[in-house]
């Protein structure tokens, strides 16, 4: 069975500090799939992972370049498949590096390419709910993914944020 | 000395022939810009479209310029930031064509090529220099303190000033590249009608974030059910190009202002938008600095830029081997070259 979570945030800081208790649990190979709307809050979400991640630069939306590389505790490929219109065009980015390596991807507009991506991985889903507030279904699909969806919610009982 | 520029960092197959650091004898692109379903490119992917394109591209430049292969004394091409598969196209062209032809290589920072079109515009512009470079990927405050020596002074800490006028393109249901056609629509709008927000802007600070101003268009949509329609579309479109410009020239001035520099300059693919343009003009004017306006095909990815940035390093003596590697980001490949570039 999987474990599947959901957190409201109600603004882009704590939206970041969510990425951050996510980020902390997250280590070399994990894969973290994000759905949600233009404006949403996936690259600020990326943006409190990476700094988790001991990455201290400039997390920016990679949807132009496609991929955005950091180096961190590890390797972490943050990756935007919004331009991908044919799930063929994954294969030339070199996806198993990407998604099946030693470094942590964090995958933004997953949903264009989902075949390509590891069956073990967070999928994360967030939801607008206002302006600021955000809802984050957090779901895991596989053994490593569920001990990290456990621990986020270990984690989030004793923080501010609310577990819906 | 005739150098040959690449660029395939991205989704436009480029090549330039430039004699000397600043005669153009020719500048090829071509596009692969496809309307999509999904308001953004689509890189086809990319690095196959560059495969297919690269050697007429090339070959077409030097007809273009009535040059022979054999004229060329170096090749210049973009080695960093883009995508690796689409960079290692170019690179790898451009290595067997330097191989064949005895000739130097040479790898070229695609954000460094973007700085060089003010120089191909004005050769003789002052120095130091602020130059903004705004495009689709990327958009930083660059002091220019010689050619080759660069701080960068703020960035964007989200979107790409480019990518907003793409997202709110799609947002609001126009055909990509939406740059050009909200600076169309806009043509006449009343700038001030909506009221946009200008993230980060306080004195001192150069970085940009557009992330705001494309969530709040959004909810301009969704708040009236709709985007607005005739002159109040016209408004609403100018109002947000506003935005965008607003910051880009507020923080181009402020930089200049802190670093004390006697020109500004703009590179990048969003410098092709004629109300930035006229905006850094005018406010450079009124600060009593030199403006330095690239040609708008300058702007945009081409090859001459490359040419021109890999005829500079050929000058300090600096050229690659043919072991040149690619790299998606700046950083890693920068370090090679501290202190330089």
Known sequence: MSASIVIGTASADETRELGGALGALLGAGDV???RGELGAGKTVLAQGIAVALGFDGYVSSPTFVIVNEYRGLVDIHHVDLYRISDEAEIDDLGYRELFFGDGVALVEWAGRGSSFLPDDRVDVHIDSAGRERRIFTITASGPRSEVIVRGLEASQTTSEATSI | ??????????????????????????????SQAIHAEFGGVVPEHASRAHIRLIAPIVEKAIEDAGKEASDLEAVAVTSRPGLVGCLLVGASYAKALAYSLGIPLVGVDHIEAHVFAARLERPEMRLPAICLVASGGHTELILVKDWGRYTTLGRTRDDASGEAFDKVGKLLGLDYPAGPAIEKLARGGNPKAFDFPRAMMQRGNFDFSFSGLKTAVRYAVEDRGGRPEGQEFTDFLASFQEAVVDALVTKTMWAAAEAGVPTVALGGGVAANTHLRERLTEAAERAGLDVVIPARSLCTDNGAVVAAVGQALLDRGITSGLDLDVSASREDARAGREGTA
């Open chain 1, 32 to 34: 973290v799939a994000l």
């Open chain 2, 1 to 30: 000395m005739l150098v040959l520029g690449i660029d395939t960092s991205c989704d436009e197959t480029a090549a330039a022939l430039l004699l000397d650091g600043r005669d153009i004898l020719s500048s090829v692109v071509a």
